[in-house]
Structure formats: structure tokens, C-alpha cells
């Protein structure tokens, strides 16, 4: 029976139920007693359900995964396990249940891309034995618990309420400034006072004359 395996594809060959080897693209003749498992060796990127994870201060984090791994070995991903890609998604949910634990909630977010070399460095070596090449790890959501999101917006609210507040108090200050020098002005040139009584007039003449 003939076989033709794609340039991405591998061919891990049995006979009667015994490994023989590894076959790469190409055709190939086998016999009626042989199996062929076909191995798509092309880079693939998935997200994992999300997760609600632990931080150390002892809230839920709901963090979400995409990661993007390739086919290295095709033997060892068919003989080493009978779902490798289940295998390799337990390995990423306890090793960022470990990246996690080790930050409060408010570090979560902000370290993204450190909890993601951190969850590749622990699964990297994990993910060799099933054949798999972990090729990146990322951290897309982080989303904290309803209370936490609520009290993050109200103290957005208050802090641009107070500095709402701070510059009507600047300005009124300004204002005051400003009245307090032109008293003083007046207090020491009385005439200036006189001299602005008469620009008023002048101007409800011109006023009154259109």
C-alpha cells in the first residue's frame, strides 16, 4: 500500500504492532501488516480555557493563555503519551498556577510578560520528552473579581474628582491673588481709582452714543 506524506507531515512506521522507525515526506510502500500515524509537524497556536488562579494575597485572577508550539519529534509525540497536547495543556495550568502564587493580585497584570517567560521556562522542558517545541507563551487576559474591578474604577473616579477639585481651588486662589494686589494697588495710588472711574464713563458715553 502506498503512503505519500506532505512536506509538513511525518510518518511514524509499525509492523505488527513494533515500532520500525520514522518516515519524512515523500511516498512510501508499506505493507498490509503496517501502520502509518500521521504527524502534522506545522507551528500551531491555541488558547487554553481560562484559568482562575490563586495570587499570593489570596485572590482569583481569571488569566487566560495563547501558545503557540510545534512538532519536533513525531515518534515521541506518538509513543510517549496517549494525548500529548492534553499532557502539554495540564504542564501550562500548573505552571501558571505557580507563576502566579508567587505575586499579589496587583502584580498580575503588570508582570504579563514575566509570568509568561516564567510559565515557558518551567513547561519547556516538560514538553520535550512528548516531542513538542514550545515556541511562546503569552498572557492575553488577566481579569480580576467583579469587587476588585469596581474599586479600581471608583478610585479612578476619586482621583480625577480630586484633581477636579484641585484646580478649581488653584483657580479661585489665582483669583483671589489677583484681587488682593489690585486692593493693595489701589491702597497706594488713590488716583488709579479716580482714573478708573473715568475710563468707565468714558466708555458708557461711547456706548450710549452708538
Known amino acids: 500500500m502506498r503512503h505519500t506524506l506532505l512536506p509538513w507531515e511525518r510518518g511514524v512506521h509499525f509492523r505488527r504492532g513494533c515500532l520500525v522507525g520514522e518516515l519524512g515526506p515523500g511516498e512510501h510502500d508499506l505493507g498490509r501488516r503496517d501502520t502509518l500515524h500521521r504527524v502534522d509537524t506545522r507551528a500551531r497556536s491555541h488558547t487554553p480555557a481560562w484559568q482562575d488562579v490563586p495570587t499570593s494575597d489570596g485572590v482569583l485572577v481569571r488569566v487566560t493563555l495563547v501558545v503557540t508550539w510545534s512538532v519536533a519529534d513525531a515518534t515521541a509525540f506518538v509513543v510517549a503519551a496517549a494525548d500529548p497536547a492534553a499532557e502539554l ?22 508582570d504579563r510578560s514575566t509570568v ?10 516538560k514538553a520535550v520528552p512528548l516531542g513538542v517545541d514550545l515556541t511562546a507563551v503569552a498572557v492575553r487576559d488577566v481579569v480580576m473579581p467583579t469587587e476588585l474591578r469596581k474599586a479600581a474604577l471608583a478610585e479612578l473616579v476619586a482621583r480625577s474628582e480630586a484633581r ?19 486692593a493693595r494697588l489701589a491702597e497706594e495710588h488713590p488716583a488709579l481709582l479716580q482714573l478708573r472711574s473715568l475710563q468707565s464713563a468714558q466708555t458708557v458715553v461711547v456706548r450710549e452714543s452708538r
Open 89 to 110: 495543556h495540564l504542564a501550562l495550568q500548573l505552571a501558571l498556577r505557580t507563576a502566579v502564587l508567587a505575586r499579589t493580585h496587583d502584580r498580575v497584570d503588570p
Open 116 to 125: 509568561a517567560d516564567e510559565v515557558q521556562d518551567i513547561v519547556r522542558p
Open 164 to 182: 477636579a477639585a484641585l484646580e478649581r481651588a488653584r483657580g479661585e486662589t489665582a483669583a483671589l491673588r489677583s484681587l488682593l494686589n489690585a
